[in-house]
């Protein structure tokens, strides 16, 4: 089966100088494809965008949790049902991601955690979390999110997981305490990485577009900046954008990024919104950010020389 129009998972505004908060729509146009393309090459598109996503997310999540208003104990898998995916690609992802209805599927799992040590893989189902069942009801999903919540929120929590054979065996997890700040993959054409005041959302074409994952991890770590400072709830300016980009280099260093190399990428790449000196503006010129940037670089690097960590490092 061919395509050529793939509405799968969304539609972002471009943040720009007017826009507004996003509004996700699902199952609309968005980006044309040749007609060769299949539900296969959608879905595995979109399976490889998502790992890359939370490969990148993790640190900055975990490592910056001490600086987040809102916390959640991570179990170091995600999840998801047949019932996420829009119906007419429902029978090809039941095939390739081994979904079935009405149930809660593993869809990945991070390297480095005790859920890969547990040996959880993807397509695993999770029957319960400290023997609380996960509902098949559909209407259910409230419920099934307390009990994952709250079966997390524990030093040592025990998952009953049912392998694609049957198997069933259960798992001892030992979640990491988290930011509270999900982020999401949308597909649009647009270049773009937004918040909504709670969750990161990346275009696929801004996926598709940064180069590597440290300077993936520059734009995350500005969305985050928004959203821990509550800018959401604010004008956009200048200078929260500028207060964004600092807060973004202090949760890469703490996360261990390589923020030197994320600024100097930065500094030669092409800048969609270029903004401008006026007041008019709520986008700062790309100089204006640049010298900002340089500005927290020189404290966070006084910092780790005074201190020789940078595991404490603050918000200036």
Wanted: glycine share 6%; aromatic share 6%.
């Amino acid at each position: 089966m061919t395509v050529s129009t793939f509405a799968i998972f969304g539609v972002i505004s471009a943040c720009s100088e007017s826009a507004a908060a996003p509004q996700i729509t699902p199952e609309v146009p968005v980006t044309e494809r040749p007609d060769n393309t299949t539900f296969e090459d959608v879905l595995a598109e979109y399976q490889a965008f998502n790992q890359r996503l939370s490969r990148v997310v993790a640190p900055l999540r975990i490592a910056n949790a001490a600086l987040c208003p809102d916390t959640v104990r991570d179990p170091g898998f995600y999840t998801h049902r047949l019932e996420d995916y829009p119906a007419s690609i429902r029978p090809m992802a039941e095939i390739m991601l081994g979904l079935e209805s009405k149930g809660l599927f593993i869809r990945e799992v991070r390297s480095d955690t005790s859920a890969a040590e547990q040996r959880l893989e993807p397509g695993d189902q999770i029957v319960a979390v400290n023997e609380n069942p996960i509902s098949s009801d559909p209407i259910m999903s409230t419920y099934n999110e307390a009990v994952l919540r709250n079966g997390f929120d524990s030093v040592l929590s025990k998952v009953k997981i049912r392998t694609p054979e049957g198997r069933e065996y259960l798992a001892r997890i030992r979640p990491q305490t988290a930011c509270d700040i999900p982020a999401k993959v949308v597909f649009s054409e647009q270049v773009n990485g937004h918040t909504d005041g709670r969750d990161v959302l990346m275009t696929s074409a801004l996926m598709t577009s940064v180069p590597d994952d440290t300077n993936l991890a520059l734009v995350i770590a500005h969305e985050m900046g928004h959203v821990i400072a509550g800018h959401a709830e604010k004008p956009q300016s200048q200078a929260l954008e500028l207060e964004a980009d600092r807060m973004a280099l202090v949760l890469m260093a703490r996360s261990g990024y390589d923020v030197n190399g994320a600024l100097t990428y930065w500094e030669r790449a092409a800048h969609p919104h270029e903004g401008g000196v006026s007041g008019d503006s709520s986008h700062p010129s790309t100089l204006a950010r640049y010298e900002n940037f340089q500005s927290e670089l020189s404290r966070i690097n006084k910092y780790q020389r005074k201190s020789g960590s940078l595991k404490d490092l603050n918000f200036e």
